[in-house]
Antibody, heavy 118, light 106 residues
Framework: QVQLQESGPGLVKPSETLSLTCTVS????????WSWMRQPPGRGLEWIGY???????FYNVSLKSRVTISVDTAKSQFSLKLNYVTAADTAVYFC????????????WGQGTLVTVSS | DIQMDQSPSTLSASVGDRVTITCRAS??????LAWYQQKPGKAPKLLIQ???RLESGVPSRFSGSGSGTDFTLTISSLQPEDAATYYC????????FGQGTKLEIK
């Protein structure tokens, strides 16, 4: 059973960079796409982007200028960086397996709340 | 970008009722559509992929249909544990989620 766990700071100051890591266990990080989504409090889900272990990345156009997703296959981890955050970036951030044109998100992390505040 | 229009936004029904949620894509997506169930404080759970393919372990009262631009999620006989928010997701071109449908039990 694939398991994912998000980790990173729960509080980030405005204009700084949000950094999260997702650790994958119970399965190989290779040969799969890996995604980041977020959900502002009381609102719906928003796709941020996904990565294939070869390094190919795909981002939501609305966030593309601020987002970087990377992967470390040796550590079975993939990461999210979101620059120049504002209060509007306050959300629960989820990592999940899936991406590309054929693979929805079948395994999810529990999510981690990141608050942007000074 | 492909937009997903999900309706209704809220739904109240009784145990045993048949419930239908719809999702419309702004352009044709073949059958690259998934449905998720999310309970408060939890991650979404994949129920259906490829419009109608039920995930292992999901009760058979859940079903999905549609192709092209119009899709439905049906719960044939509503149970108390089905109270949740449901989302559609297209994965034909990147990902887009519908706005969600909050299902309440009367």
């Amino acid at each position: 059973q694939v398991q994912l766990q998000e980790s990173g700071p729960g509080l980030v100051k405005p204009s700084e960079t949000l950094s999260l890591t997702c650790t994958v266990s119970g399965g190989s990080i290779n040969n799969n796409y890996w995604s980041w989504m977020r959900q502002p409090p009381g609102r719906g889900l928003e796709w941020i982007g996904y990565i294939y272990p070869s390094g190919s990345t795909f981002y939501n156009v609305s966030l593309k200028s601020r987002v970087t997703i990377s992967v470390d296959t040796a550590k079975s981890q993939f990461s999210l960086k979101l620059n120049y955050v504002t209060a509007a970036d306050t959300a629960v951030y989820f990592c999940a397996r899936g991406g590309g044109s054929y693979y929805p998100n079948d395994f999810w992390g529990q999510g981690t709340l990141v608050t942007v505040s000074s | 970008d492909i937009q997903m229009d999900q309706s209704p936004s809220t739904l109240s029904a009784s145990v045993g009722d048949r419930v239908t949620i719809t999702c419309r894509a702004s352009q044709r997506i073949s059958d690259w559509l998934a449905w998720y169930q999310q309970k408060p404080g939890k991650a979404p759970k994949l129920l259906i992929q490829k419009a109608s393919r039920l995930e292992s372990g999901v009760p058979s009262r859940f079903s999905g249909s549609g192709s092209g631009t119009d899709f439905t999620l049906t719960i044939s006989s509503l149970q108390p544990e089905d109270a949740a928010t449901y989302y559609c997701q297209q994965y034909n071109a990147y990902f887009t989620f519908g706005q969600g449908t909050k299902l309440e039990i009367k």
